[in-house]
């Protein structure tokens, strides 16, 4: 289940042991031109949740991939979409933000400081339309790259597994995957 109160979800895993969630990030889907990689739709078929870090661009894409699974996204700086810049989502163990990134782009550091002012332990972002992973102070950073308009990287997609048990933000497991 999942609750909004301002802005903070609160997912309840009905004793689930792990969840599924989906990251997506700079899809820029238009009209014209694009639509979702099959293997996204694939990929996250069996996804408790989904993620977009933004540059979604059409409301059609939040609505194909909430076929699959409920969609928690962000604005990104070519969104005219009525979502917030930043969304917070508490867990059982961890609290999790996704904010594009558009002004901290490679900026690890500073995605890491905005992570620690919004406190929380893990920050998805967007933006750079590159996968990166990375621990700074025990805040994990997740960028899960562009699924159809990737810069200097293949396209891409992730999926994170969060498991009751885990602790600490290093033992969760985060996937990319090659579109």
Do not use: W
């Not at 939040?62 to 928690?72: F, G, K, S």
């Not at 990134?101 to 332990?121: E, M």
């Amino acid at each position: 289940m999942i609750f909004c109160i301002k802005n903070i979800y609160q997912i309840s895993s009905i004793k689930i042991s792990i969840m599924l969630i989906g990251l997506i990030s700079d899809t820029h889907i238009t009209q014209k031109r694009g639509k979702l990689p099959e293997k996204v739709i694939e990929e996250f078929d069996s996804a408790d949740l989904i993620i977009h870090a933004g540059d979604i661009t059409q409301q059609r894409v939040i609505d194909e991939l909430e076929e699959i699974a409920p969609v928690i996204a962000v604005l990104g700086n070519n969104d005219k979409l009525d979502l917030n810049e930043t969304e917070v989502i508490e867990l059982e163990n961890f609290k999790i933000a996704v904010n594009h990134g558009t002004r901290y782009s490679n900026d690890f550091d500073k995605l890491s400081k905005l992570a620690f002012d919004l406190n929380v332990d893990v920050l998805i972002t967007g933006h750079t339309h590159k996968p990166h992973f990375e621990i700074i102070k025990g805040i994990l950073l997740i960028n899960p790259g562009s699924s159809n308009r990737p810069i200097k990287s293949d396209a891409s997609v992730a999926v994170m597994n969060i498991d009751d048990e885990q602790k600490h933000v290093k033992d969760i497991e985060v996937k990319f995957i090659e579109l």
